[in-house]
């Protein structure tokens, strides 16, 4: 019986990092109607910046939460960086072009990093006060895990708070629903992308370095998240971080799922639910009826 | 002219006139630019000393696989610098050709092709892929070109698309899950044992996994399989499948990941408690090793197509040290393995007194030769090197002379007349 | 007074005889391409012109239809396969498997188009993509498919093995193929499915059954993108599930875009560029994912209508962007 | 006046959860006849256009036309019979020139538009260069549509939905944005066609000198419900509509 609860927490525990990834992806669609391909890139900068800054230390060292905090201002910096120099050009564009726009930053990222971080598999030693495991219903889970549930779970909350509670929420809103309330409101458009792409850049990075003591940090790295916070965020409604977390939460359930039942066509699991949940509703669990 | 039949042409003319002129401009650009004079592939063969003789490498050298097609090239350029110092092949100085295939047989066949066409390449040096490997086996085939697999280890390579022009230096996918069925079945005995086996998704993994079963039981070890996981290839969490596996707790487990994947499998299993409840088994190499560091799990069993460490011998000491001078660090199997597939061709080359493609693999095909892998025989029927390979398990502590935690003393040197399959 | 005779017969009949210079011209220095160029630049141009197909197929839907789909290389691999297959398996005449081919990519898009096209915009993209994601982990899957590493061997007709004759025959149906989707486009249906896709709600208010058009232009769209995966087994003598993966859809996409999406030859014009330019930069390069995204960036900033828009003299004025 | 109203509709309700945009209203229009529906911003007059011609399905009441039910039929269907709309913010097709643009809605009448074999010139450039003739767009048939000034792309605009040869048009508020010279040309336009063409008009417009100058009936509309209906001296006379809308809550 203890494998079952065992599944469901790992399960969990992957639905939380492809939530912290996923979000950011969703709330700059939501806000700028841009899918950024180069999230992936702003993910696995997060993650080797995180190897570069920690390095093969051990457990015991504090440098991974001094990642934990640089690491995604960094990211932020850049992505700040690449909204003012190249996205400001294409938002008058329809989505093919700047779906191109953004694949061809995220090829030249991909090349960076190779020159940067070279090809070698790098990874981040389980930071120490979660290094150990702890035993639930006769099973053992690593204390890490239970710590990227909770992080994911912060995630949630801040970005909810930031999103109903503050101005600056009230126009990401504003422009995600209605864009000419925002114009009428005498809102600086232009700053406010830049901010909305910012913080998404910085969940990215933030999502990179969380999951650098789970996983091998290496090249690629940035193709395969893509596809899957891509998978998450329409599963959720494009624009609904609310609905980022429940897609998350629906691909680590199906991936389960394809795990237990049927291992050999596990991977075509995920997009049997992507098809599955467009087929009943065309726009996503959450999100807004495209007319 | 009425203003329709104006509009019309006018629209017209831009909507195809432009487009076409393009078109054909474009045409007769690509006459030009890859139409390097169409001299008969091959390099020229006649022994006109002096003019540098090229050989090519076609592998991979960006995305998840780029640390082992990089690691190969860094062996061979090596090779080349050692053969130039000593002044050449045929008294011809070698020359390096590479290209990345990106993984994607596609871009592998084009870059192969023009390693071929445009840089007359003398002999060629394979991918990482097997895919890719074997589309380039068919164009060395085609052209004329030896070509040596020294990281695919595709059994296929040597039998379905095999031609008499290809070589393959590594352990093949039968060869090595032979030599780790060998080490488990030295530690279990007979058995009844319970195993589960974990792959990645592609024909590799899934013919290595396939192998092992049959030679354990060919072994003699009686087992149950409590548990087959086949995550996708590159996947970022394997948590689930380690809980399903854990689930019907095994025994023994057989892993067929490798590089970027192993290091991902072994930090998740770790945290779910797989290296204490089982006896895991992967391809620990250097690479994996060195990027675990401290999390490497002592006792886990592993396997090596050819690592540095497990050799005393004082040619592999001093190529070991040489590689350290050159690049920094220490040679990875494939490394190892790519120095010595480019001794074997040197020798074949003085051997047949030609860089003829056709010459050179006559000579090499049933020979043995010298290599810092010691002798190493190529079979005749498949040109399938018989070389042997190292399974061991992983030391508690870090190894004093190369500050990296690699395996303890107890290695087992699976010799490959037990590991390979009889000529077909 | 009316700027048209009666039935606007002069009109049509001078459309027609510009565009048949025009393509006679291409086909004329394409034509001479054997006799001059060496063994390696036939096999790139004979690629090129595979792919050139392969783009106008999907430029149907992307530039005329106004549907973005990131999965068209899962027709163009059933395209592959189905020739692949049928030597394997059944032994059947190239001919008569290469003539299937096209008949099982439309009924292929058939039910992927009843699925995908309930969606709209980058859920049609997203939901492309991934219906031709899972027949590339299923093809992976089936053994009879030849697994991951596809299918291999001499499976041309011994007229085709000869490479001037499989260029002919290559650049014979290319233009044929052409010059069958030029028709398409330039029909009532061609107009009404570029209505849809400047307003599908105004489209709609005339009476034009949206669904049905869209449906057809992608069951279309399929047929020839499955011809032009056919063809890459003449070049390739191979069908391999890199076929179906979605980077292999992005090709034709960045070739129109490349192009121009907005004209009817701009696609092969992107076809050609695009297979010569990454062959060098795969070449000279070490870092040509670098160089070719850079490249990549630079035209979707500077030439935002695609290389014919730069290169058509009123390009400007006829694809002026909304 | 023929017996039978060419469009009936009959205790129509639309609500969107709990808000009721439209309740219990009832319509007649007949043929040959220009019909206005006024009311102030909000009192439901785009909800009854768009349950009318399809976009949305009507929660209650039934929607017949030329004799036959057309209640929840999609908006191709809807056109199809022959009740076309024009729409209140300009609905054209930006990149198409204005004659492919009218061509598309002959097309569509025709049931030609699946039609692979003729070029498109052949079968509709006559037809839609009389029209463009008529309305006096001939000039810019080469133009894209997107390149015209407001006014012509208003007059476009209705172009499209006379080119489907309906027997009812929707105008929902044609001369939104227009000049007073503009106006004048547009108010002339439509009493032209539906005296030429027997063809009847349902208006939707807040210009109460063109109400009460072309309509033959009028309907007042207020929170969704029918508060006066008439000719339009009866209406202009009728103190509740005063009331409520001309002199009272605006």
């Known amino acids: 019986m203890s494998h079952y609860l065992i599944t469901f927490l790992s399960a969990l525990s992957d639905a939380g990092s492809l939530f912290v990834a996923a979000a950011g992806l969703t709330l700059v669609f939501g806000a700028l109607r841009i899918i950024n391909i180069a999230h992936g890139s702003f993910y696995a900068y997060g993650a080797f910046g995180a190897t570069t800054l920690v390095g093969g230390l051990a457990a015991g060292s504090g440098r991974f939460w001094l990642a934990l905090l640089a690491v995604p201002l960094a990211v932020a910096c850049l992505g700040a960086a690449v909204e003012v120099t190249v996205l400001r050009r294409v938002y008058s564009r329809d989505h093919l072009a700047q779906l191109v726009v953004t694949y061809a930053l995220f090829l030249i990222f991909g090349d960076l990093a190779l020159r940067l971080w070279g090809s070698q598999s790098r990874s981040v030693p389980v930071p120490s006060p979660f290094a150990g495991s702890v035993t639930i219903g006769g099973g053992q889970f690593p204390e890490y895990d239970l710590f990227v549930i909770g992080a994911a779970v912060a995630v949630g909350l801040a970005l909810w708070a930031l999103l109903q509670r503050t101005p600056l929420g009230w126009r990401i809103r504003a422009a995600v629903e209605d864009r000419e309330l925002l114009a009428s409101a005498g809102t600086n458009v232009p700053l406010l992308f830049t901010t909305v792409f910012t913080i998404g850049a910085m969940l990215a990075g933030l999502a990179g370095v969380l999951a650098a003591p789970l996983e091998s940090v290496s090249p690629g790295l940035d193709a395969s998240i893509i596809i899957s916070a891509f998978i998450v965020s329409v599963i959720g409604g494009l624009g609904s971080v609310a609905g980022a977390a429940i897609g998350a939460i629906v691909i680590a359930l199906f991936n389960t799922a394809g795990v237990l039942w049927a291992p050999s066509w596990q991977p075509a699991f995920i997009y049997l639910a992507m098809i599955a949940v467009l087929a009943v509703r065309p726009w996503g669990l959450l999100g807004a009826a495209e007319r | 002219m009425d203003t329709m039949h104006r509009w019309a042409k006018r629209g017209l003319m831009r909507r195809f006139v432009a487009p076409a002129v393009a078109v054909c401009a474009a045409v007769v650009g690509v006459g030009c630019s890859s139409s390097a004079p169409s001299s008969s592939p091959g390099p020229s063969t006649g022994s006109s000393t002096g003019a540098p003789v090229t050989i090519g490498v076609a592998t991979t050298l960006s995305g998840a696989f780029a640390a082992y097609g990089i690691g190969g090239l860094d062996g061979i350029k090596l090779a080349v610098q050692d053969i130039n110092s000593h002044g050449g092949l045929l008294g011809r100085q070698i020359h390096v050709a590479t290209g990345d295939d990106q993984v994607d047989p596609a871009i592998g066949e084009t870059v192969t092709r023009n390693l071929i066409l445009n840089d007359h390449v003398a002999a060629l040096f394979g991918s990482v892929s097997s895919a890719v490997g074997a589309a380039q086996e068919q164009l060395a085939g085609q052209y004329k070109v030896p070509i040596f697999f020294h990281l695919a280890n595709d059994v296929g390579l040597t039998t379905t698309t095999f031609n008499k022009y290809a070589f393959e230096f590594s352990p093949n996918t039968d060869m090595e899950p032979a030599s780790a069925a060998l080490y488990y079945a030295r530690e279990i005995g007979h058995g009844p044992v319970r195993i589960a086996t974990i792959t990645p998704d592609y024909s590799f993994g899934l013919d290595t996994v396939k192998a092992f079963l049959a030679d354990l039981k060919k072994d003699g070890v009686t087992y149950t399989v409590t548990d087959q996981q086949t995550p996708a290839l590159g996947a970022s969490s394997f948590t689930a499948q380690i809980a399903a596996i854990l689930a019907t707790n095994p025994q023994y487990v057989f892993a067929g990941q490798y590089g970027a994947d192993l290091v991902t499998l072994t930090k998740q299993g770790l945290g779910l408690g797989l290296f204490s409840k089982a006896k895991v088994g992967g391809m620990y190499d250097l690479q994996v090793l060195q990027a675990l560091g401290a999390q490497a799990p002592a006792g886990a069993i592993a396997w090596d197509r050819a690592p540095f460490w497990t050799d005393n011998s004082s040619v592999m000491k001093s190529f070991v040290a040489s590689y350290k001078s050159v690049y920094h660090g220490y040679p990875s199997e494939f490394a190892i393995i790519g120095y010595s597939a480019v001794q074997a061709w040197a020798w074949a080359v003085k051997q047949a007194g030609s860089f003829d493609g056709g010459k050179v693999s006559a000579a090499l095909g049933g020979a043995t030769v010298a290599t810092i892998r010691g002798n190493i025989t190529i079979r005749a029927c498949d040109h399938q090197a018989e070389v042997n390979e190292e399974v061991g398990t992983i030391a508690s502590a870090p190894d004093p002379t190369y500050g990296v935690t690699l395996w303890g003393s107890d290695v087992l040197d699976a010799q490959s007349s037990q590991i390979i399959e009889p000529c077909s | ?322 | 006046m023929s017996a039978e109203p060419l469009l009936d509709i009959r205790g129509l309700t639309k609500a969107f959860g709990g808000f009721t945009a439209v309740a219990e209203v009832d319509l007649a229009v007949w043929p040959g006849t220009i019909h206005a529906v006024i009311g102030p911003n909000g009192a439901g007059k785009t909800t009854l256009f768009r349950v009318i011609t399809g976009t949305h399905r009507p929660t209650r009441g039934t929607v017949r036309f030329d004799g036959r039910d057309l209640t929840g039929a999609p908006p191709h269907v809807v056109s199809r019979r022959g009740l076309t709309q024009s729409f209140q913010i300009t609905n054209v097709f930006p990149r198409l020139t204005v004659l492919e643009s009218v061509q598309v809605a002959v097309l569509a009448r025709h049931r030609r538009s699946w039609d692979f074999t003729s070029a498109r010139g052949r079968r509709t450039a006559g037809e839609a260069a009389e029209l463009l003739d008529e309305v006096g767009l001939a000039a810019a048939a080469g133009a894209q549509a997107q390149t015209l000034s407001h006014g012509d792309q208003r007059i476009l605009e209705v172009t499209l939905a006379l080119a489907t040869r309906p027997r009812l048009l929707l105008l929902d508020e044609p001369t939104a944005g227009m000049s007073p010279a503009e106006t004048g040309r547009m108010v002339a336009l439509v009493t032209a066609l539906a005296a030429a063409r027997d063809l009847a008009v349902v208006l939707c417009e807040h210009d109460m000198d063109i109400v009460f100058g072309i309509s033959h009936e009028v309907t007042v509309l207020h929170r969704g419900r029918v508060i006066a209906h008439g000719p339009p001296a009866a209406v202009q006379a009728d103190p509740v509509v005063a009331d409520v809308y001309l002199g009272g809550e605006q």
């Open chain 3, 1 to 322: 007074m009316t700027p048209v005779t009666a039935k606007g017969r002069p009109v049509v009949r001078a459309l027609a005889g510009h565009a048949l210079i025009a393509t006679a011209l291409i086909v004329a220095v394409l034509a001479v391409a054997p006799a001059v160029l060496s063994v390696t630049a036939l096999l790139n141009v004979q690629s090129a012109i595979g792919l050139a197909l392969f783009a106008c197929a999907t430029n149907l839907l992307i530039g005329y239809g106004g549907l973005v789909s990131f999965g068209q290389g899962a027709f163009y691999g059933i395209g592959a396969y189905v020739v692949a297959l049928a030597w394997l398996h059944l032994h059947a005449s190239f001919w008569i498997s290469f003539a299937c081919a096209p008949v099982v990519g439309a009924a292929a898009a058939l039910a992927a188009g009843l699925l995908a096209l309930r969606t709209r915009r980058l859920y049609f993209a997203l939901l492309t993509v991934a219906v031709s994601q899972l027949l590339y982990v299923v093809v992976q899957q089936l053994q009879f498919a030849g697994g991951a590493n596809g299918v291999f061997g001499a499976m041309l007709p011994g007229f085709l093995t000869s490479s001037d004759n499989a260029y002919w025959f290559t650049l014979a149906v290319t233009v044929v193929g052409l010059l069958a989707l030029w028709q398409v486009t330039r029909s009532p249906f061609g107009l009404t499915l570029r209505a849809i896709r400047e307003n599908r709600e105004r489209a709609e208010a005339l009476g034009v059954n949206v669904f049905r058009h869209q449906l057809l232009a992608f069951v279309i769209s399929g047929a020839f993108c499955a011809l032009a995966g056919a063809l890459f087994v003449v070049y390739d003598q191979s069908a391999n599930p890199d076929l179906l993966n979605w980077t292999e859809s992005g090709y034709p996409i960045f070739m129109a875009v490349i192009g121009g999406q907005f004209t009817f030859l701009g696609p092969a014009l992107g076809a050609l560029v695009y297979e010569q330019a990454r062959d060098v930069l795969l070449v000279n390069f070490t870092d040509s994912q670098l160089v070719f995204g850079g490249v990549l960036l630079v035209i979707m900033l500077a030439a935002p209508d695609g290389l014919v828009g730069l290169l058509g003299r009123g390009g400007r004025e006829l694809v002026a962007r909304r």
